[in-house]
């Protein structure tokens, strides 16, 4: 066995050698490294799924110094990360990248430009900055240009004070933000809550949203089996949700939302949700996006009420995710804060209700995702829990301050009669109008297509039109047993890439079919038998099969294995049983059905003798 | 049993009533919530021993909306996260916080300000930001100013480049979740100059928030298992607190290797060895982390010693996390910062092509001190290319770094050359920090050794010293009986007697029976002086105080 791991290896080699060269484009890697990493590369690809203790076994440890495991692995590494999916910046837009150095090398495509439209990155999609932001924050970097005449004073203003509450110019702020900023926010928060108080205390300044979001979760995430903490999220969600989810181990309860019906919220599906999801966790949060992503949707003051009381019944604590507070474009709809509503509910809810809210600078009419600005408030908190988030924040020593700086331009505007009004003003007027008008558009155009159909985009940056798939080209993307998805190792480098990736992944059935074919054209591996005499596959000779048994069929089994890990395909997760069948055998091939069953233990997956 | 609780709420309202009301001087707080809140909050103090079910067996719902036990509370919470310490911002900063706001009120206290030399930010202690960066980065984000005859055109120029990588041209995109591509390529070239033409990959290199965020992000691919094959994290001891927090979170086994005081902190391997192969009994030691410049210990690694850490490393099947924020922070004319990865690469194939490590740079140190901008990027070599995916998906999640921070990071590695406009006002600022920085590393060691009962190493580099105090039998007694660490006790009396506040060194880890305190060296020279001439004073105070009574008692 050992042998044929390390002459498979050998082989892998030169097989994978052209392909690995072209990652190495880039100018710096020069005299000392090339060679080295390049088999560095190809050995990792080939010996994956030996174990660590196996590997240092077959092979001496000064052999060219590249035979040897990595610690970190695919194997080896932490099975909540490997566990997150995050698709906003997942697989198509990493072929979107590809195309774009396509086109710039001046490969021909039906197109002339990549047009991203997977994310709501405003300014890269065109959008201006805000003026007025952008000075205070230039100014409060670079405060000699406080004497500079070219800025006006209200930005002056705003950067002097924010100064003076800085220790020094830029340095560390406390790890919930600043004060001065948490005072704008708590007053721009009473003012759009018709009053209702806001407490600078429990307002903390966060690297973008998705960081308070992480945090409030990291400190709810408990338990183990039945006792596992759930958090509820919205179907479709933002994946910042269930990469989080994942990433601290928690349990995802997914409740739907009403597509027939704007993608409105209905309680109903919240009780069922919940109740199902009492029989595996204990549900302890509930996620709302309200203005929805990627719905677009804008809740109704009514349906949050009742959202509120549901999660006062059932114990829940509320995360809501406000994002896109500023980006309501249908003329019927109003945002309405979840604070604003539970205080409005009376003292039975505003006193037991445990709810944080999230805001950001990177949506609104502002769009500064770069600041990476943010924050939270968070209302009916444990005050000794408080002690314990302030601590686990400041171990992250503090957000960004020039977001923070970002965040209180969003808070503290120019008002009527400063310098900067006018101009702030119309700035804003016309990237709301445009956005409202752009909502309509896509709404328009996208349902004047047969086979689509889209929601009206109340809000937010976004629309998650239906669209009719015929049923062949279903057919098409799912795996299928018939030749178009058989791996053809002939051609190992590219075609194998074509391996239908999702074929280990349909839990749905819990198991799935895996066809590979082995063509022998490729010299490929040794196989040990029980008769002593190795089966030699893809020689160019013709396969005696006559060699092959039980103990040439588990190692063959094994070689399965390295090779779908070779794609990436995580296995470790997902298999506790792997089925070979010999399904035919030519004179130049042997075609394996390759059955996983199940999802279980983690590391190498145990095979079973056929 | 219910009805005593019930009742013990009740007396505890009246008690804490007045307690309460301080704490609501905010003006925010109106008309709905004060009068709710403070019940509430006392509602809290009262039950917060009752479960959930307990709770409300007890009581019901309607009355008054006030008997509900909130559902994330201190026990219900996540024990990793309760079990993180990070005692840089710990009790005695809190307690700092406390007595500047008691002075403003006019209290009188013996001293007229509190001097915060717990934690190294450069700016807050009156160092002042290199022109150039802040330039940059005023360049960037408002992109107007490019017209402005104001600037050195040399600033525009980086300006220009970098948001000609930024989308739409603006510093508001995000970037690519690694950090934008011409800052990464930037960086590599200065790490190949830094470390005499060994070669960087800008695809290895990954802009992070801080340092800390990379630090944290390596280790959350690395901690797996359960029981015996949990992972164990070695780190030295003492350490910065940034580790042991994230061992916390995590959830996976802190392995403490100890540094050799006597020998300036050195690394010792044999101690390496030790903690190793004790360690191995009760987790799988998978990483090892290093602090060189040390902090808080301020030793610069010779390197001999790093390469017998690699060969350590290499020879255990370690993942090595090499810290070195501080690269730039050298004050010793005997010592010189040599990167893991340097050495890594002269030590030969065998070992530059097995060994994994990850080091770690950042704005926020050096003599650049931009703390605020949170700026950092961490180099990674030899990492299985598929793990490398799944981090990249990671650090996605969180969609970018601070773009500020990475264009901060850029003139970091790309500072104005010899020849362009600003090179001279730059080189002259440049100097004029570091110039100041050894003056006071010296400074520092020189008065506390003259203190009798304190030993300070020599502060070779960083912007740390971490002394040892002597703390009389009778004070350890007396900070037992509070139930306080004695050096946490010591650095009390010295904050609420002098106003200086410094971190104990039980915040870090040191040798059993041995006590120390960090300070940062960072403050003005007349102010440092003024520090350690009242820690002397306060220290020999502190000395008679405690062992005449502990002569007496004898």
């Known amino acids: 066995m050992f042998r044929l791991q390390t002459i498979g290896r050998g082989y892998l080699c030169s097989g994978i050698l052209e ?84 086109l710039n090398q001046g490969i021909k495509k039906p197109f002339t430009e990549v047009i991203r439209a997977n994310i709501g990155d405003a300014h890269a999609m065109g959008q201006k900055p805000i003026t007025f932001l952008r000075q205070v924050v230039a100014l409060s970097t670079f405060p000699e240009l406080l004497e500079s005449p070219s800025f006006p004073e209200d930005a002056k203003n705003r950067a002097r004070r924010i100064l003076q509450d800085c220790g020094g110019n830029r340095s560390y702020s406390a790890s919930q933000g600043l004060e001065i900023i948490r005072e704008n926010i708590a007053t721009y928060l009473e003012h759009r809550d018709n009053g209702i108080p806001a407490d600078p205390n429990n307002i903390y300044l966060t690297t973008g949203a998705s960081d308070g979001i992480m945090s409030i979760l990291k400190l709810l995430v408990t338990g183990d089996g039945l006792s596992r903490t759930g958090v509820m999220i919205p179907i479709p969600q933002y994946p910042l949700y269930s990469a989080a989810i994942s990433e601290l181990g928690a349990v995802q309860v997914n409740y739907y939302l009403d597509e027939d019906n704007c993608w409105a919220l209905d309680v109903s599906e919240l009780h069922r949700a919940l109740s199902s999801a009492r029989k595996y966790c204990t549900p302890k949060v509930l996620c709302i996006i309200n203005p929805g992503n990627p719905t677009g949707q804008v809740q109704s003051r009514k349906c949050i009420e009742d959202v509120i009381h549901f999660a006062y019944e059932e114990k829940l604590f509320i995360l809501s995710d406000e994002v896109y507070q500023d980006n309501i474009y249908s003329p019927d709809c109003q945002f309405h804060s979840f604070k604003k509503v539970l205080f409005e509910m009376g003292p039975e809810y505003f006193n037991n209700v445990e709810l944080a809210s999230f805001h950001s600078t990177s949506k609104g009419y502002i769009g500064e995702c770069g600041f990476r600005g943010g924050f939270m408030e968070v209302v009916n908190m444990d005050p000794d829990v408080r002690t314990q988030m302030i601590k686990l924040l400041s171990v992250r020593l503090c957000p960004p301050v020039s977001g923070q700086v970002a965040m209180d331009v969003v808070v503290n505007p120019p008002q009527p009669g400063e310098q900067s009004f006018e101009q702030f003003a119309k700035e804003k007027k016309t990237v709301l109008r445009e956005l409202a008008r752009k909502a309509r558009l896509t709404e328009e155009i996208l349902n004047s297509v047969p086979g689509i159909k889209c929601n009206p985009v109340q809000g937010a940056m976004y629309a998650f039109p239906r669209i009719f798939i015929p049923p062949k080209a279903i057919q098409e993307a799912k795996p299928s047993s018939k030749a178009k998805s058989l791996a053809d190792l002939h051609s190992t480098k590219k075609k194998v890439q074509q391996l239908p990736r999702s074929a280990t992944l349909n839990r749905d059935k819990g198991y799935s079919s895996l066809p590979l074919c082995i063509n022998q054209d490729i010299p490929f591996a040794n196989i040990p038998t029980s008769k002593g005499q190795p089966l030699c596959l893809f020689d160019k000779n013709d396969v005696n099969f006559d060699l092959i048994d039980k103990k040439a069929l588990q190692h063959m089994q094994e070689l399965m294995i390295s090779i779908v890990m070779c794609q990436g395909i995580d296995l470790s997760l997902h298999i506790n049983e792997l089925k070979m069948d010999m399904v035919h055998k030519t004179k130049y091939s042997i075609v394996f059905k390759c059955e996983i069953h199940g999802a279980a233990p983690r590391g190498y997956p145990s095979c079973e003798n056929k």
């Open 19 to 102: 392909q690995c060269s072209s990652e190495f484009t880039t100018k710096t890697l020069r005299h000392l490294s090339s060679v080295w990493k390049q088999s560095r590369d190809i050995e990792v690809e080939g010996v994956k799924s030996l174990s660590t203790a196996e590997a240092s076994a077959v092979m001496p440890k000064d052999e060219n110094g590249r035979i040897r495991d990595r610690i970190l692995t695919l194997e080896t590494m932490s099975p909540l990360v490997k566990a997150v999916e995050y698709a906003v910046r997942g697989p198509i837009v990493i072929k979107a990248g590809e195309i774009e150095r396509e």
